[in-house]
């Protein structure tokens, strides 16, 4: 019998191996999670309640932003809060009760428990020592509080505290401007109405992005939410003011600015949650590469780290898909077997433009492309083109089509209105390696995907010429 320890069991990344272990014969399966109530950061804390507050924003943005319409609805956020707990109880219970499912199976036990090392395969609870063969690390993220100076005199905002709040000052700062401020600062515009500086480190978010992806959102984002964003900006310290708001002092093109607000808000992203595991007493070394793509942990074949936990890609399918992999290769390498490496096509959605205006990109940017030095036919076509996002009232965005010199399809971007839909056509393209010159011309009621048809045809003449 081969015993097998999963710590955080009510994660994305924790269930997908509990589900796939707890009926394979001669396993032994010990669930740990402290969750309180559990149920997985994605579902508590995450992309689940995120999307909720943030559709709330994309209504009354639409509403707004509508030269049809007339009157602007006011955004109840007691009520949008309250919304989102109730869905979020909701399915945190649902996930829950699947994993209470899995410890009716014979040979599985779950423990709501802290759990910590005491060595390599010893792992302790709150009142026994469990000594197991293997040990599969879920246990997720934390939000990641920069150190900067002064950051321990003041009180600041996260991203999780964002989720829960009712009241906002009415002006703000904001120290982060990845997946996390691309989402949360239009809702805080839109709906909470508050004054807003960005600091953005670079000349344009979205790093993963073709430059003119992020030059279009810092227009989107400023002209449309009324954005202060500072770029090439760098935070250098932060202290109180007297009446109890926050100061902040920046270097901008070689000069310090000073910024005053009611309220800081850090949407620095997110850490590996490792404290407390008590990692100290094994071999294992928590730093840049110590979870190989096999999910195995650098330092001992025998624990698999899966999920946020591992730093990877902080991604709810790439979690899933790490713990259904780290599964497989667990009972492989208990039979002595070879192991495969985990390997996923680039796959992000970011819900920015409160969602209305989402960015994507499925396997490669053109930059991506010439990095890697593959021959590539790009195209690149504005939203603004296709009626149907006129008559939508949603004519902003764009969207690039990358193909190989032989007509393979090779990877997606878009930022317009239902781009985030299409990211699950356009992955299809991508894993399957279709060649673009097999797309156009498959007749379908006209919608909004008419921009793919626009991006298939343009690229298909380019691969022939």
């Known amino acids: 019998m081969t015993h097998v320890v999963v710590i955080g069991a009510y994660g994305s990344a924790g269930v997908a191996v509990a589900s796939s272990l707890a009926e394979e014969p001669n396993i032994e399966l010990t669930l740990i999670d402290d969750g309180e109530p559990g149920g997985g950061l994605c579902i508590l804390r995450g992309c689940m309640p995120s999307k909720e507050v943030l559709s709330a924003g994309a209504h009354r943005f639409q509403t707004r932003d509508d030269h049809r319409l007339q009157g602007v609805p006011e955004v109840d956020l007691e009520e949008v809060v309250a919304t989102k707990d109730e869905h979020v109880a909701s399915f945190a219970e649902h996930r829950r009760s699947a994993v209470h499912e899995l410890a009716e199976h014979e040979d599985v036990e779950l423990l709501r428990e802290t759990a910590r090392f005491v060595d390599d395969h010893t792992v302790a609870t709150d009142d026994r020592e469990i000594e197991t063969d293997y040990v599969v690390i879920a246990t997720g993220s934390t939000v990641d509080v920069p150190g900067l100076p002064g950051m321990d005199e003041i009180e600041y905002t996260t991203s999780a505290d964002v989720l829960d709040a009712t009241e906002f000052g009415d002006r703000g700062i904001v120290m982060g401007f990845g997946y996390v401020g691309l989402e949360l600062v239009p809702y805080l515009s839109e709906v909470a109405g508050i004054d807003l500086t960005v600091i953005e480190h670079d000349d344009a978010p979205l790093d993963e992005a073709d430059p003119v992806y992020g030059e279009r959102l810092l227009e989107l984002y400023r002209e449309k939410f009324d954005l202060e964003i500072l770029t090439n900006a760098l935070e250098r310290r932060v202290e109180p003011t007297d009446d109890g708001g926050v100061r ?5 093109d070689g000069r310090e600015e000073t910024i005053e607000a009611d309220e800081l808000f850090t949407f620095t992203g997110r850490r590996p949650n490792l ?7 094994t071999a294992l070394e928590p730093e840049k590469g110590w979870v190989e793509s096999t999910m195995q942990a650098r330092d001992d ?14 991604i709810l399918h790439v979690a899933k ?16 077997e070879p192991l495969e490496p985990y390997e996923n096509v680039h796959h992000h959605v970011i819900f920015t433009g409160l969602g209305v205006y989402p960015f994507v990109r499925v396997g490669h940017a053109e930059w991506t492309a010439e990095e890697a030095g593959i021959e590539h036919v790009s195209v690149t076509r504005e939203a603004a083109s296709d009626g149907v996002f006129k008559t939508k009232d949603v004519p902003e965005g764009l969207a690039t089509l990358v193909v190989g010199g032989d007509g393979t399809v090779l990877g997606y971007q878009g930022m317009h209105y239902h781009a985030d839909v299409m990211a699950k056509t356009m992955q299809i393209a991508v894993e399957l390696g279709l060649d673009v010159r097999d797309l156009p011309d498959r007749a379908y009621h006209p919608t909004t995907p008419e921009i793919l048809d626009g991006l298939f045809r343009e690229a298909s003449a380019r691969v022939e010429k």
């Open 248 to 252: 902040m002092e920046v270097e901008r």
């Open 301 to 314: 074949g025998r624990t698999f780290v899966v999920g946020d936990a591992n730093g990877h890609e902080p």
């Open 275 to 281: 404290d407390g595991l008590g990692l100290h007493n």
């Open 321 to 336: 898909e790490q713990g259904f992999r780290a599964a497989e290769n667990l009972l492989a390498h208990a039979r002595s």
